[in-house]
């Protein structure tokens, strides 16, 4: 799938500590909604004991978004946070166990599903990093399914062959697969709309048609065949302008306008929308958040005070960008709404900077909008050659990934170059290779906070110099392909398991402990719904 800025990079609007767990479950579920045509009575879900869902499943959020979306709820959803007691309340059966399946993936969803019919159906999902999934299996079928289409599954028997040519005789879709597992069929129709009744009852004149399902698309720009972008690869946006010096966030609305089909303005206008929502959240963290299961409070406030009466270390606007990293970090651990830019965990590196800067500056929402644009397509190159996910890559695809993005958006707003923009991405990458994720009592808040501060300052140390016309010497492609290598190298206990580094400090282990009790206390301890 071609990478889109909105789907893969600046996105999901979310609530949620993370939002490989939290926004790319939420997804999941919702497929698995409709896969059961919103008729759930039963689900088993099961984590292969090898990969990081054992262990994080519930404190990173992924059992609030899996039952959201099993409701069929939005990602930005207020009442996300009490899903697991919601969905039990609705007399749904929960059960999540550890198994060893020996998933290649450590982000492996196995669900099974019942319904009141007593119809089963079995899917497997992977989370692969800012919210972003791929179903590769249903029912046994190995399909690929990014919730990017409407999808139609026909489960046929006799001949599936003839049904598919009758199918492309008859309309043009996207994509026709034809699936085979254990001597049964299914075909798998990837359109802009769902197959219409006038459609199957034609298609069932070819075969039998056991079984229609409709999985409605969980992601905001839908792909469509043959899509093509300009480039996707930095080295390759570069010969694209040859010479020609446009600016970053000029390119990332051509690139944007030809993988979602959309206008210019469009482009714009949505990146606007998006700012909006996070300079809410950022001000919604500056006034204070509140929420139980948190280990830090809300220290942003006096930051903030002490910034105003002028009683802080003169940083010049790099006091602003980490007071509104902090923010929209409280902001994030409290449940509030965030935007995945590229993930929650490393949510306010990106627009801590780029709305702390564009303020200090007097820019306007479009002129952050523009900074945010140039961002998302250094996101798109990474997107395209590797991950943000931190299970994969540790906290430098998370927030070395953010600083990248920053430095570019900070270029940006300076009116720097379309060689200064990527110099800078360059720099910031080169700066977080090798690090680990480590959260503390598997929350995403310590390090995360100062990570994201690190991110940021990163940032704006890296757009100055790129502004100087530092040097990079290491081209950004390659230093992607690096980070990629790295995490290769990387023990799994130093990828977001909380198995290593600072998770496990005698500390880390205790505060784990306090919260646990605290939640037990909160939910009562028998009839906890948070609990398996
Ligand atoms: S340490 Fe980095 S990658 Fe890990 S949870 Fe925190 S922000 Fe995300």
Same mark, same amino acid.
């Given at each position: ?9 600046i ?5 949620g ?6 926004? @790319? ?9 409709d896969? !059961?045509?919103?008729?759930?009575q ?6 292969? *004991?090898?990969?990081?869902l054992?262990?994080t499943?519930?404190?990173q ?24 007691k919601?969905?039990r ?34 899917l497997?999902a ?5 919210g972003?999934?791929e ?10 399914l990014? #919730? ?9 028997s ?7 040519q009758?199918?492309?005789?008859l ?26 009744e ?16 409709r ?6 720009? %839908? ?9 996707t ?9 040859? #010479? ?8 990332a ?12 303005s ?8 998006i ?17 139980d299961d ?9 930051y ?14 790099l ?8 923010? !929209? ?6 449940? #509030?709404?965030i935007?995945?830019?590229?993930? @929650?965990?490393? $949510? ?6 780029a709305?702390g800067?564009a ?26 050659r ?6 994969l ?9 953010? +600083? ?22 360059s ?9 680990? $994720?480590?959260?503390?009592?598997? *929350?995403?808040?310590?390090?995360c906070?100062?990570k ?22 290491i ?8 980070a990629h290598?790295? +995490? ?9 398991? +909380?198995?290593g ?19 037990? %206390?909160? $939910? ?5 719904? $948070?609990?398996?």
């Open positions: 799938m071609i990478v889109s800025i909105f789907n893969d990079v996105g999901p609007v979310m609530r500590p993370s939002s490989s767990h939290c926004a @790319a479950a939420l997804r999941i579920g919702r497929l698995a909604r896969l !059961m045509d919103a008729d759930v039963e689900v088993l879900v099961e984590f292969d *004991r090898r990969g990081s054992p262990t499943h519930e404190s959020g992924s059992d609030m978004g899996l039952f959201g979306g099993l409701m069929g709820w939005d990602a930005a959803d207020e009442r996300l946070r009490d899903s697991p919601a969905l309340e609705t007399g749904v059966g929960i059960r999540i166990e550890t198994v060893d399946t020996g998933d290649e993936h450590p982000n492996t969803y196995r669900l099974t599903l019942r319904n009141t019919l007593d119809e089963q159906h079995t497997i992977i989370s692969t990093g800012g972003m999934m179903v590769v299996n249903i029912d046994g079928f190995a399909v690929s990014f #919730g990017d289409y409407h999808e139609t599954l026909l489960t046929v006799g001949n599936g062959q003839a049904l598919v009758r199918l492309a005789a309309i043009e879709v996207d994509d026709i697969r034809l699936h085979e597992h254990c001597g049964k069929q299914l075909v798998q129709v990837k359109a802009a709309h769902f197959l219409s006038t459609i199957i009852i034609e298609l069932r004149k070819v075969c039998p048609v056991l079984q229609v399902k999985l409605a698309p969980v992601l905001p720009i %839908a792909s469509r065949k043959d899509t093509t972008v300009p480039f690869t930095c080295e390759a946006m570069l010969l694209h302008d040859a #010479g020609r010096n446009t600016p970053l966030w000029r390119l609305v051509h690139y944007e306008m030809a993988r979602g089909n959309l206008t210019e469009d482009v714009i206008a949505r990146m606007v929308e700012v909006r929502i996070l300079r809410r959240s950022i001000q919604q963290g500056v006034a204070g958040t509140q929420y948190r280990i830090l409070g809300h220290q942003s406030g006096k903030g005070q002490l910034m105003q009466a002028g009683r802080l270390l003169n940083g010049g606007a006091n602003r960008i980490v007071l509104y990293v902090s923010a !929209m970090m409280e902001v994030k651990s409290s449940l #509030g709404v935007v995945a830019a590229p993930t @929650a965990g490393a $949510c306010a590196a990106l627009p801590g900077a709305i800067m303020e200090e500056l007097e820019l306007s929402e479009e002129d952050m909008a523009k900074a945010l644009l140039a961002s998302g397509l250094i996101g798109a190159f990474i997107a395209t590797w991950t943000f996910a931190a299970e890559g540790g906290c430098q695809a998370e927030g070395g990934s953010a +600083a990248a993005m920053a430095a570019a958006a900070l270029v940006t707003l300076a009116h720097g170059t379309l060689s200064q923009a990527v110099a800078a991405a720099m910031a990458y080169q700066s977080m290779l090798g690090l680990i $994720c480590d959260p503390v009592a598997n *929350r995403v808040e310590v390090p906070l100062g994201n501060v690190l991110a940021a300052s990163n940032a704006f140390s890296c757009a100055n110099m790129a502004l100087a016309d530092y040097d990079p010497v081209p950004f492609d390659e230093v992607v392909e690096t290598r790295v +995490a290769g190298q990387m023990p799994r206990e130093l990828r977001c398991t +909380a198995l580094g600072l998770s496990i400090t005698k500390t880390s282990l205790a505060i784990e402990a306090q919260l646990a009790g605290k939640k037990a %206390a909160a $939910c009562g301890a028998s009839s906890c719904a $948070c609990s398996q």
